[in-house]
């Protein structure tokens, strides 16, 4: 018991005294947030299609719900990817901006689905079925937002830069997802 105490004493110390992590730089951040944009713009066409088809008067496809969920889970599946990615304080903000677009398409697309695919069509659902016109303007800004920091981090880790020079992590450019 004596020795747990100690080993646990130990551990409680070395995590008490020891270095933080250093803060990723803005290439780093970079890196490790377009191959998340990258997936979410891949999966902007089928959600466009998805909600397209929802707009559609009368009957729906029968694998539209299935399509539709498809699309749902891979925005869902994006944000969760996106927690564990550490970002440079200041880029805290563009971490949350790319989860708020995220958590934007994939209510938009299980909204549509809902009222689309609902076995009872009353007159509310149809009238905001014939409103539905895709993604919109947050579908722009997430594609906008992932050529921005693609260029930004172009220019970042280019020849030249100082990550580049120095041999950095970045110099191999962006990590796989």
């Known amino acids: 018991m004596r020795k747990h ?8 110390g070395d995590l008490l005294h020891s270095q933080p992590a250093p803060s990723p730089s803005r290439t780093d951040s970079l890196a490790a947030l377009l191959p998340l944009l990258d997936r979410a713009a891949l999966l902007q066409p089928e959600a466009e299609r998805v ?3 929802c707009a559609a008067p009368g009957k729906t496809a029968d694998d539209l719900a299935q399509r539709g969920n498809a699309v749902v889970v891979g925005y869902w599946k994006l944000r969760r990817d996106l927690l564990p990615i550490e970002v440079g304080v200041a880029d805290q903000p563009l971490k949350e901006k790319i989860r708020s677009l995220l958590l934007y398409h994939e209510w938009s697309v299980h909204e549509a689905v809902d009222c689309a695919c609902s076995p009872q069509q ?3 659902m149809r009238a905001a079925r014939a409103q539905m016109h895709g993604l919109g303007a947050p579908g ?7 050529q921005d920091l693609s260029a930004e981090y172009a220019v970042l880790s280019g020849p030249g830069s100082d990550e580049q020079e120095s041999g950095g992590a970045t110099a191999r450019g962006p990590r796989a997802p």
């Open 5 to 12: 105490f100690h080993q646990a004493r130990r551990a409680l």
């Open 51 to 53: 909600i397209q088809e």
């Open 122 to 124: 009353t007159g509310k």
């Open 140 to 146: 722009t800004r997430l594609r906008e937002l992932r």
